[in-house]
């Protein structure tokens, strides 16, 4: 499980196809990589992957054509920089949301619009995961809890307030219109929004 706060946005030292699946290696800076461990959990851009290899500094994960197929890891560059988080432990402070690193699927940006020192981004999410998404509730972006500023139930556009800090710590602001963005909606919302939809199903009169 992750948390949503991005602790560092690394260029990606390079990629590498294989049948199936590709890997992505980053160079962890030394106290990112304190009792890192060959099988444990992090999300990179939001995708929980599984530590394939540690060699000095350089870790490097694998992701299989499924994983590449509902992310946008296919889309990514040696040189890009990702968001990157360790895996949450027991005792330690949220301060985002609780994320899987399961990623919902992926949402084209629609529009960038830069107001001072603050960033509004628009993107569209697919039909399916809408009706889980509520105005200033919690949504993951490429691995970062970020505020639902404002919904277009219409054509399912969403947008999401950067501050200058979100800015700083992650690395949204390296996206442009028509780039796609991993989003992972939040779970219990996701829980309770198809509880409500089985009982209602249940218990209401059929038309």
Known sequence: MFTGIVQAVLPLARIDLHPGYRSFTLAFPDGMRDDLKIGASVAIDGTCLTVVAIEGAEVRFDAVDGTLEITNLADRKAGDRVNVERSFRPGDENGGHVVSGHVSGTAPITAIDTTGDRKFVSF????????????????????????????????????????????????????????????????????????????????LPKA
Request: hydrophobic share 40%; no cysteine; proline share 4%.
């Open 124 to 203: 569209r999410i697919p039909e399916e995961h809408r009706k889980y998404i509520f105005e200033k509730g919690f949504l993951a972006l490429n691995g970062a809890s970020l505020t639902v500023a404002t919904i277009d139930p219409a054509t399912g556009i969403h947008t999401v307030n950067l501050i200058p800090e979100t800015i700083r710590q992650t690395s949204l602001a390296d996206f442009y219109v028509g780039d796609r963005l991993n989003y992972e909606v939040e779970a219990q919302t996701r829980v309770l929004v198809d509880t409500m939809e089985r009982v209602m199903t249940r218990f």
